[in-house]
């Protein structure tokens, strides 16, 4: 099959995941024709650089984070809002400059605003750029036109409408290696993402047919970020049946790997970094000794041998596109996964959660109000 939306029915998540090649040149145009601002934006000298979201939003940072760095020439931090909100004053802690990148599908998330608004106050000269699915949003409201800030609204058809982010996450993501310069060669980047769908359902259904009660994520580097996303998206669009665990590619063996049992499916995100990679298919053959050579999957190998024999999802490494760009390609394997696996379960993969007890915007937060002198 060379459509997961055929392939998986005709959900909305379903088609905002095969969507996303397609979509990534519409997010360059959208990143192109903010260029003037951004560039005014983070071309002041030497800001210090945060990258902040919640949930899937968060990981967008952490996956782009390396990158930027490297870009960039300085480090780059990814801050969660859940984060920010609940304690200020640990970001804000000297008199730099901050410039915010916020990341976020819809804006409506109440962390989204309050950190944005907290940091605004607390840090002298902050500026803010927002990258947003939701042009309408509360956080893009709250920005647009402001003189210290940058609102870059992506396409529409990344506001995903299905329950869990997907379109919004790579969105997101490669607008963010954009903005910032990074040279990212995004034709060649959605011819791969095409042949990554091409082979999709095969693998996913390869995985949620041997009914792992536990799905465990690794990756180095920025593939960890990209871990803890593919983690996330198991347990929402499973409903949590099926548990997803994340970690670094050599933190798992330190307490971690004893959630390892029979019903355990290992997913290892190979990295295109040939250094990372030595310790990536490490650890993959490690865990074909630990639960046998049908329950490793590692991702972007090719040559099964390599791994022990464990089973290879192939993602294409085109050159011009950085670390963070693999990750937009090797996060579709688990967006498919996770489908595959919701689908198997008998879930509504588009509403999960019929009784509202995870919600698409988060609810049931409350914003107190921060008080510094309140900081011992």
Known sequence: MHSSGRRFGGSWTAREIEQQPAT????????????????????????????????????????????????????????????IVADPAAVVVDDRPILLVSFARSGNSP?????????????PGLRHLVITCDPGGQLARRWSGAGNAVVVALPEEVNDRG??????????ALAALLAFGVDVDVEALARAGAAVLAGAAE????????????????????LRGLAREAALKCLELTRGEVVGIA?????FRHGPKSVLDERTVAVVFLSPDP????????????LVQSLGAERVVVVGGEDAT?????????????SRVPVAGHALLAVITAQTTALACSLALGITPDNPFPDGEVNRVVQGVVIHEFAPSEVS
Do not use: C
């Open 275 to 286: 250094h990372a990679r030595r310790y990536d298919a490490d650890i993959a053959r490690e």
């Open 247 to 251: 970690d670094s590619s050599l933190g």
């Open 111 to 123: 962390e989204s605003v309050a950190a944005a608004d907290l940091l605004d106050r607390l840090a």
């Open 163 to 172: 329950f869990a982010m997907t379109s919004s996450f790579t969105g997101m």
């Open 306 to 318: 390599e791994f022990g024999g464990a089973q290879v999802w192939p993602v294409p490494s085109p």
């Open 203 to 222: 693998h996913a259904s390869a995985i949620s047919g041997a009914k792992p009660a536990r799905l465990v994520f690794l990756g180095s580097g920025p």
């Open 24 to 83: 990534w040149p519409r997010v360059a145009d959208a990143v192109r024709r903010a260029r003037p601002e951004i560039d005014k934006l983070i071309g002041l000298p030497g800001p210090r650089i945060v990258l902040t979201g919640a949930g899937t939003s968060a990981f967008v940072g952490e996956v782009v984070a390396r990158d930027l760095a490297r870009h960039l020439g300085r480090p780059v931090e990814a801050i969660a809002t859940t984060e």
